[in-house]
């Protein structure tokens, strides 16, 4: 038995799904992309070789825009080049040949050989059972209420839930990612695979720290791939059969 199927039990509180839908992806039409105007001075316009797709989730509200004034605001040039919304519309800010740092795993050479998507999504929520609990940016002690799921900011979010009941990265419940957005992404991640020749195959292994995803291992891989204190993106059971999905087209 595969040893993540062991650690990680969901509870899937959406539609159930009968039959894999991503059969019948195809590359992304680049005329789907919505073009931001992003300033120039906020990535590197250099170009080099793609070798991995590293998917993010924002950990933020309801649409695109709160994130890219969040980005223009650093003068880090932290920012990936596409975010989808939850209506699966992907936002280009740049091409997907240059780059900036949103790995934060003190490797310049992995930013630049990589590209980032984010999906638009609050990330890990806590459960409110009534009482006091330490919110984070800016923290803040708030009495939570019972049933109630807050994000990381300490604001109360109605969204649909996926729980995890061991625990994934900390946080029992995320919230889901939308079944657009998922299809959205598999478009640009075949549409990648086209451009830069990125493989498909499904690391079984990009659900924790990976050595070969640190170590520069072509592929498609996830934040937590690089990082133990981020819990982006999370193994919705969707977005790993779209994954798997993709890997089948390479045999």
Not at 129 to 135: I, P
Not at 157 to 179: D, K, L, M, S
Request: hydrophobic fraction near 30%; aromatic fraction near 16%; include cysteine.
């Amino acid at each position: 038995m595969n040893i993540f199927k062991k650690i990680y039990f969901w509870k899937n509180t959406s539609n159930i799904i009968t039959k894999n839908i991503w059969n019948d992806l195809k590359p992304l039409d680049p005329f789907k992309l919505k073009n931001i105007s992003f300033p120039d001075n906020q990535y590197f316009k250099e170009e080099y070789k793609k070798t991995q797709i590293i998917i993010h989730h924002t950990i933020s509200g309801d649409g695109v825009n709160g994130d890219i004034n969040s980005w223009e605001a650093t003068p880090e040039k932290i920012a990936v080049c596409i975010i989808i919304d939850r209506n699966g519309i992907p936002y280009q800010l740049f091409s997907s040949k240059y780059w900036a740092y949103h790995l934060g795993c003190n490797n310049t050479w992995l930013d630049k050989h990589s590209i980032g998507v984010e999906l638009d999504n609050w990330g890990g929520l806590i459960l409110g059972d009534g009482t006091n609990k330490l919110f984070d940016n800016p923290p803040k002690n708030i009495k939570t209420e019972p049933g109630k799921f807050y994000s990381y900011y300490g604001n109360i979010v109605n969204v649909p839930i996926q729980q995890y009941y061991n625990n994934f990265r900390g946080y029992y419940y995320f919230e889901r990612y939308t079944i657009d957005q998922i299809k959205t992404l598999g478009e640009l991640i075949l549409y990648w695979n086209l451009k830069y020749n990125i493989p498909l195959t499904y690391n079984e292994n990009m659900w924790d720290i990976s050595q070969e995803a640190l170590g520069g291992k072509p592929g498609i891989w996830s934040h937590i791939s690089y990082r133990k204190d981020k819990s982006d993106c999370h193994p919705q059971p969707e977005l790993i059969e779209m994954l798997k999905s993709l890997s089948n087209l390479n045999k």
